[in-house]
């Protein structure tokens, strides 16, 4: 028999709904995950009762129609709401003081589709990046709504404005954001001395750890697969030798800067100490895994690294080993297994000839 919703919104709107919860679950997974490792350095708090004002920007497709949103909306709703343009929506989120905490976007503005351009804007900016975001689009443009989910927003609603609806949805994303915002900002500064190398503010060995713990339960529990990468600058020992220390510190930070750059938000990468860097990588099919090795071998060794101090540029190349969970039938390896297997393919990398990536035995 058919659901009762599915004479409501059409299969390609049921698939971007779908695609939109792995996306939110796989943000949350990851949040949760350093949640535990806070707890288990002992940085974790209570949750505060006080809950402040939410901050919510309406963008209509005319003011008048952003002033009824308002209205409607503030019967709802205790929280500040302002009415803003398009160019205002992006211009007015240059600093997190003044980032709304939410959006609520009409598909349609200056032009059709106009306001799943400005989705994506926001997605992409750094203040905005966490917002909420609700798309309002109309019954005869269903396909706004799939790309409007598609493009990152949280929800949609595909009846026009409805006030009472929306206040519904608001309530419940914003608890959601509140939580994680919480949990951001409670590891972002209560673990940053802890579980931070002070030079390039990567990750630590000790913070890498318990991530690995975290990584390696998963596997065993859901079998979902994982890689670890070991990388080590070449020669690196030359580069202090002949410039100092001074100028190897900047080589490292911005071969640090490199890999974070070629990464996904929700990738470990940590310093292992001296010129040594690990990168885990959740989730990961194997043929994700080989392309991402060689692109972060080409980000450090194809442009050469520029340093105030030194008259020309150093070129640095890096080794790479690499062993991934579940590539062998019933893998049952730990992390600290696997974490050998990939310093195994590193030293088999120094062995080729430097500047090569090197699979662990039972990979591709």
């Known amino acids: 028999a058919a659901l009762p919703w599915s004479n409501i919104a059409p299969p390609f709107i ?3 709904m779908v695609r939109n919860l792995i ?4 943000t949350y997974d990851e949040i949760m995950r350093h949640r535990d490792i806070s707890a288990e350095f002992g940085c974790a708090e ?3 009762s006080f809950v402040p004002a939410a901050h919510i ?13 308002r209205r409607k909306l503030g019967l709802e709703l205790p929280h500040r709401l302002d009415v803003l343009t398009k160019s205002q929506a992006l211009s007015d989120v240059s600093t997190l003081k003044t980032a709304p905490d939410a959006f609520v976007i009409s598909a349609s503005l200056a032009g059709e589709s106009d306001g799943l351009r400005l989705v994506s804007e926001l997605r992409s900016r750094v203040h905005t990046r966490n917002a909420i975001i609700v798309v309002i689009h109309d019954r005869d443009r269903p396909h706004d709504g799939a790309m409007a989910l598609d493009l990152g927003a949280d929800a949609i609603l595909n009846c ?6 929306l206040a519904v949805r608001l309530k419940t994303l914003l ?15 209560n673990l940053s001395l802890a579980v931070q190398d002070p030079l390039t503010g990567l990750h630590n060995r000790r913070y890498a750890q318990s991530y690995l713990n975290r990584l390696e339960q998963e596997a065993l529990t859901n079998g979902q697969p994982y890689a670890i990468m070991v990388l080590d600058l070449d020669h690196f020992k030359s580069i202090n ?17 490199r890999l974070r750059d070629n990464l996904r938000a929700f990738d470990l990468l940590a310093r292992f100490g001296g010129e040594e860097f690990m990168v885990a990588l959740p989730d990961v099919s194997q043929k994700d895994v080989i392309a991402m090795a060689e692109r972060l071998r080409r980000a450090i060794g194809d442009q050469p690294i520029y340093v105030a101090e030194a008259t020309f540029p150093i070129a640095v190349t890096v080794s790479v080993g690499v062993a991934v969970w579940g590539d062998q039938p019933n893998d049952a390896r730990s992390a600290h297994e696997l974490t050998q297997a990939a310093d195994q393919a590193l030293y088999a990398s120094k062995s080729d000839g430097r500047n090569v990536v090197t699979f662990g035995r039972s990979a591709a």
């Open 23 to 26: 996306r939110m679950r796989g």
């Open 175 to 189: 608890a959601r954001k509140r939580e994680l915002d919480a949990l951001r900002k409670r590891f972002d500064h």
């Open 57 to 69: 920007a309406l963008v209509a497709p005319e003011p008048e129609h952003g002033l009824l949103w």
């Open 241 to 257: 030798d002949r410039f100092g220390h001074g100028v190897g510190d900047q080589v490292l930070i911005e071969v640090a800067n």
């Open 14 to 16: 049921l698939s971007a």
């Open 46 to 48: 209570d949750a505060a």
């Open 160 to 165: 026009g404005f409805d006030a009472t609806e």
